[in-house]
């Protein structure tokens, strides 16, 4: 409450753009944008257009090489974001099945409690899109995250918000037709990962450096048992005496693909698609969550209930987090600290002016 209520009912925000998760999903989100072009068409390759949105700046994103989450690593933002959105052209291709029908939607409507409004949601959804392969209309959001997880999203607010308004905005707006609905979500993941350039096998597991063992065995079943050694004085040698290196040199130049043992260490997968169906029934459910919240954000603005905080171990990632400490000391030195290093804007004039 404290964070909304310094940046959303005081306008409070930093004078610089901070490169950071918020930061970088915001440029994955700017470069598969364009991508989505209405139709089956697509536009420009997105790892081009986040390379341009990036420019100069210098930023990290936190990912993990490993499913075991146990060690983070921090990766130049640039450099990642393009390897992201190059695998992610690589593995979906065009999306050929995808036949946009809206992208980076703003809309505006009124939530009503009691027949009566109480509130104006305004924003924007990343996609709607009629799936060709079974005809059906389906919610886009798409998402980054340095550990993918799903089993939250039964019950996501963002997405559920988008999906409870998008067929009567479309519908109004003539683009779907009396009577069509959006079926449910698919959640776009792209993992903060570089790609993994390990071998991999049929079965798509990544695979070990070979050792000699898989050699000997690769240039005998080749029926080759002798290879030359590095020096070409030496003349040639018994397979099972030369090296790894005249092993391996002597498998590519016989065109043996040689490959080791499979690797104890998977990595999860990059791009994960999650389809969350929704029901009718989920819509009212959805909006009333949206008009209880509006009870509570308005209960804040009188004074009826006070502006809590809920401090995690997040909050170093706060943009607030250095006024917020001064606060809980009790110190009016926090309102310097925002005046000298924040700017006061208008919060909602993008959504304004979009809706």
């Known amino acids: 409450m404290w964070r909304w209520w310094m940046e959303y009912r005081e306008g409070w925000r930093t004078r610089y753009v901070q490169a950071d998760a918020l930061w970088f999903g915001i440029g994955i989100h700017e470069a598969l944008a364009p991508w989505y072009m209405k139709g089956k068409r697509r536009g420009p390759h997105p790892a081009d257009t986040f390379e341009t949105w990036v420019g100069e700046e210098i930023g990290y994103a936190k990912t993990y090489l490993d499913d075991s989450f146990d060690e983070p690593v921090w990766m130049e933002a640039k450099e990642l974001g393009i390897a992201m959105l190059e695998g992610y052209v690589n593995t979906y291709g065009k999306d050929s099945q995808w036949h946009i029908i809206s992208i980076e939607q703003p809309f505006s409507v009124k939530i009503t409690r009691h027949g009566k409004p109480i509130a104006v949601f305004a924003s924007r959804w990343d996609g709607v899109f009629r799936d060709l392969a079974d005809g059906k209309i389906k919610l886009l959001e798409n998402k980054t995250a340095s550990q993918i997880s799903t089993a939250y999203l039964e019950l ?6 988008y999906w409870a308004v998008a067929s009567q905005v479309l519908r109004a707006k003539g683009v779907l037709k009396p009577g069509e609905d959006i079926d449910g979500i698919i959640y776009n993941f792209l993992r903060k990962a570089m790609p993994d350039t390990r071998p991999r096998n049929a079965a798509g597991d990544y695979l070990n450096k070979p050792v000699k063992e898989h050699y000997l065995i ?22 099972d005496k030369a090296t790894v290196k005249d092993l391996e040199v ?7 693909e040689v490959h080791g043992e499979i690797s104890k260490s998977q990595p999860p997968p990059l791009f994960v698609r999650e389809p969350m169906h929704r029901v009718p029934s989920e819509q009212r459910t959805q909006l009333e969550k949206i008009a209880d919240e509006v009870e509570v954000m308005n209960a804040v603005r009188n004074g009826s209930i006070p502006v809590l905080k809920t401090s995690t171990k997040d909050c170093p990632k706060c943009p607030l987090w250095g ?12 309102r310097s600290l925002l005046k000298s290093n924040f700017l006061q804007i208008d919060p909602y004039e993008d959504m304004r002016k979009s809706a």
Do not use: M, N, W
């Open 218 to 239: 690769a240039l005998r079943s080749a029926g080759i048992e002798t290879v030359e050694q590095g020096s070409p004085k030496a003349g040639p040698v018994p397979i």
């Open 323 to 334: 006024p917020c400490t001064l606060h809980e000391r009790g110190a009016d030195s926090y």
């Open 250 to 256: 002597a498998a590519s130049f016989a065109g043996l």
């Open 156 to 161: 996501d607010d963002q997405g559920g918000s």
